[in-house]
């Protein structure tokens, strides 16, 4: 799997936009963008996933850069539950292959 | 629909004890994964299975660590014995072939003293 390249940290004032960036510089054509957040004593929770196009759900938007070296998953409105650490995983096809995490991003959503 | 269960919740023992943990995945789940989270660190995969076969365990410490799925749903994962460096929380994932993402339990938190 291809490695990413996250910010150890970030910080958003609530009601704001959180615009979280990763580099996966060597991800191949069949590698999907993935992204996790794992709140505090709590199991990793799946956000969002993608492959060249932006795509966007109930959580969250991905946004990928056209040559697919980097992307950036936005939280519209960041609330405090927001509070986490997020992951962004390079992973091929299919849910029977493996998840690699990286350290993250620990964001922290402030008043 | 009922999560991804795992038990228990906390874990203490003391070095060279044995310790067992448990897992139910979602129901149909084919795939189960155990991860090992050491503190501050992202999980690292332990070991996967598809229904009771084993996929990849290249990251299982094989001479202290096992782990069976035996009929292809609930896993156990066990140490024996227990080293310090093993205080971390075990989580257990479980998804399907057609799914996108993989679904993680609480984990438990183990402490070696």
């Known amino acids: 799997d291809a490695k990413t390249t996250q910010p150890t940290s970030m910080d958003c004032a609530e009601g704001r936009a959180a615009n979280l960036p990763c580099n996966h510089s060597t991800i191949s054509g069949n590698e999907y963008v993935y992204w996790y957040r794992q709140i505090h004593s709590q199991g990793p929770q799946y956000i969002i996933h993608?492959?060249?196009n932006n795509e966007t759900n109930e959580m969250a938007s991905l946004i990928i850069t056209e040559d697919r070296k980097s992307s950036t998953l936005i939280l519209p409105h960041a609330t405090l539950r927001d509070t986490a650490v997020y992951y962004c995983i390079v992973r091929a096809a299919g849910g029977g292959n493996k998840l690699t995490f990286g350290t993250g991003t620990q964001l922290k959503v402030e008043l | 629909e009922a999560g991804v269960a795992q038990s228990p919740r906390y874990k203490i023992i003391e070095k060279r004890q044995s310790v067992a943990f448990w897992c139910n995945p979602i129901?149909?789940?084919?795939?189960l994964y155990w991860y090992q989270q050491i503190l501050g660190q992202g999980p690292k995969l332990l070991i996967q299975f598809q229904n009771n076969g084993v996929v990849d365990d290249s990251q299982l410490p094989k001479d202290r660590f096992s782990a069976e799925r035996l009929k292809g749903v609930d896993s156990t994962l066990k140490i024996q014995p227990a080293k310090l460096e093993d205080s971390a929380v075990y989580l257990c994932a479980s998804t399907t072939p057609q799914d996108a993402s993989a679904f993680f339990g609480q984990g438990t938190r183990l402490t070696v003293v």
């Open positions: 993608g492959l060249k």
């Open positions: 129901s149909g789940h084919a795939t």
